[in-house]
């Protein structure tokens, strides 16, 4: 049973245009939210995140919403760049439990020049 | 500061072997948790630890095991190999339990069973 499902496994965006990546979560728990980047032969880094106080956070060129009443978020990358392309992983948990943190399957980004 | 350091960073063993895998986190940060990724799979959490004790373990097999050490370096071992243990190993470091606190992950072990 997946609890984070990333639908998509592979998103491909032109570059200057908005890159859209969406993630769905099952579990009512998960109270905090981050996205991480994966560029191949080189382990995950994080890149933002979201508690569920909070609607929208932004970081620069990155944005990512979450919608609690339908378990959804997604991350916005505007403008998208070539060096944005990776494998995006979501990732949720429970915040201030022992709780592990579960990461949906990624979603490849390929932004072409 | 230096980063997670995995080791070996590629492996290649046979079936019925055993492997072990080591991951020395950032220098301050007391837990250490260990993913397999696999393509379509994603990062499957594995295990983690704290303060040398196991605080959360993932589903898989008896066949993998960890350990921390005082020094919070953490090993991981694989017995009795098979071949659908082939993929990305990584070892993720938190300053606390990584519930609290983002984590930084390693580059990986790249375990190949022939």
């Known amino acids: 049973d997946q609890q984070v499902k990333q639908n998509s496994p592979s998103l491909s965006v032109q570059e200057g245009r908005i890159s859209i990546l969406n993630c769905d979560y099952t579990?009512?728990?998960?109270?905090?939210f981050l996205w991480y980047k994966k560029y191949p032969a080189e382990g995950p880094t994080f890149l933002i995140s979201?508690?569920?106080?909070?609607d929208k956070n932004e970081d620069g060129r990155f944005t990512v919403f979450l919608n609690k009443s339908a378990k959804h978020l997604s991350l916005h990358i505007v403008p998208s760049q070539p060096g944005d392309s990776a494998v995006y992983f979501c990732?949720?948990?429970?915040?201030?439990?022992?709780?592990?943190?579960?990461f949906g399957p990624g979603t490849s980004l390929s932004v072409i020049p | 500061k230096a980063g997670v350091t995995q080791t070996p960073r590629y492996l290649i063993k046979t079936r019925g072997q055993q492997v072990t895998l080591s991951c020395s986190p950032i220098?301050?940060?007391?837990?250490v948790s260990w993913y397999q990724q696999t393509p379509g799979q994603g990062l499957q959490f594995l295990f983690e630890?704290?303060?040398?004790?196991?605080?959360n373990k993932g589903n898989f097999p008896g066949r993998f095991s960890g350990r921390q050490f005082s020094n919070s370096r953490s090993e991981m071992n694989v017995s009795t190999l098979e071949l659908g243990d082939s993929a990305l190993y990584l070892c993720?470091?938190?300053?606390?339990?990584?519930?609290?606190?983002?984590?930084?992950f390693g580059q990986g072990t790249r375990l190949t069973v022939v």
């Open positions: 990732a949720a948990r429970a915040k201030n439990s022992y709780d592990k943190v579960i």
């Open positions: 579990n009512s728990m998960f109270d905090y």
């Open positions: 979201i508690s569920s106080i909070k």
């Open positions: 630890y704290f303060s040398e004790t196991q605080r």
């Open positions: 993720a470091s938190s300053l606390t339990w990584q519930a609290n606190t983002e984590a930084f």
């Open positions: 220098s301050g940060h007391r837990s």
